[in-house]
């Protein structure tokens, strides 16, 4: 059995252009092979909290000086983690919000990127613990990356590159779905780009680790 973990992030439920790729992405994986089992994790329907202050407390602490509360306050934390874990295949989808990722899913990365857990920092920086796997993420924008004034400066894929490799996962591939607000010839064209890109995430998924 392999499993594939659909993280989504957009309020707009199945008319999504994230979630809908997405979705179609995670279609054409387990299609492609017998064998898997797909969660999703909608970030729209599972309103995680901001990190209040028992999680900070509790994310500080070394494991053995928790109590009861610590433990409660990262138990959310832990099982989000533990889907992370379980996934051979991961995909992220997610709007563009204000030149990087919505709030719902930085809080999603605040409950999943955490000291002694899914990384620890050493003298040479950082290293992440979880063992890599494929990922893909598709982003959505209304607009157009790029230099302004002509496109907007893209915080978004760089920081989900950066803190996905922070917790050891590397092996990310990145669509970005550009202009989508901008009628609908942008649209198909964003579409058809998407379909070439989704079949080589789905070779890639379908290869053995490490391969
Ligand atoms: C709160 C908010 C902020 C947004 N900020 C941006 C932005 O900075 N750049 C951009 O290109 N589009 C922005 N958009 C537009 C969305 O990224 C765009 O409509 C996208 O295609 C939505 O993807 P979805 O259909 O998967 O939700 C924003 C939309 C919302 C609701």
């Not at 439920?13 to 992405?25: I, K, P, Y």
């Not at 928790?66 to 379980?86: D, H, N, Q, T, Y």
């Not at 990145?174 to 202009?179: G, M, S």
Request: glycine fraction near 8%; charged fraction near 20%; proline fraction near 9%.
């Amino acid at each position: 059995m392999r499993r594939l973990l659909h993280v989504s992030a957009s309020p707009r439920g199945t008319v999504s252009f994230s979630r809908t790729v997405g979705e179609e992405l995670a279609g054409a994986v387990t299609a492609a092979t017998p064998g898997w089992t797909v969660t999703r994790r909608d970030l729209s329907h599972t309103q995680l909290p901001h990190p209040g202050p028992d999680f900070a407390r509790a994310n500080a602490l070394a494991p053995d000086m928790r109590g009861p509360a610590e433990e409660e306050a990262l138990a959310r934390s832990e099982a989000l983690i533990a889907e992370v874990e379980a996934a051979d295949v991961l995909v992220i989808s997610t709007p563009m919000h204000n030149y990087t990722v919505p709030s719902a899913l930085k809080a999603w990365i605040d409950h999943v990127v955490r000291p002694g857990r899914t990384f620890r920092s050493t003298p040479t920086g950082k290293q992440g613990l979880l063992a890599d796997r494929p990922a893909f993420a598709i982003v959505s924008c209304g607009g157009r990356l790029g230099d302004p004034p002509a496109g907007q400066v893209d915080f978004l894929t760089p920081y989900l590159r950066y803190v996905l490799a922070t917790i050891g996962l590397s092996s990310l591939d990145i669509l970005c779905l550009e202009e989508m607000n901008r009628g609908p010839e942008k649209v198909a064209a964003a579409r058809a780009a998407a379909r070439p890109w989704s079949a080589a995430c789905v070779a890639r998924a379908a290869a053995p680790p490490g391969a």
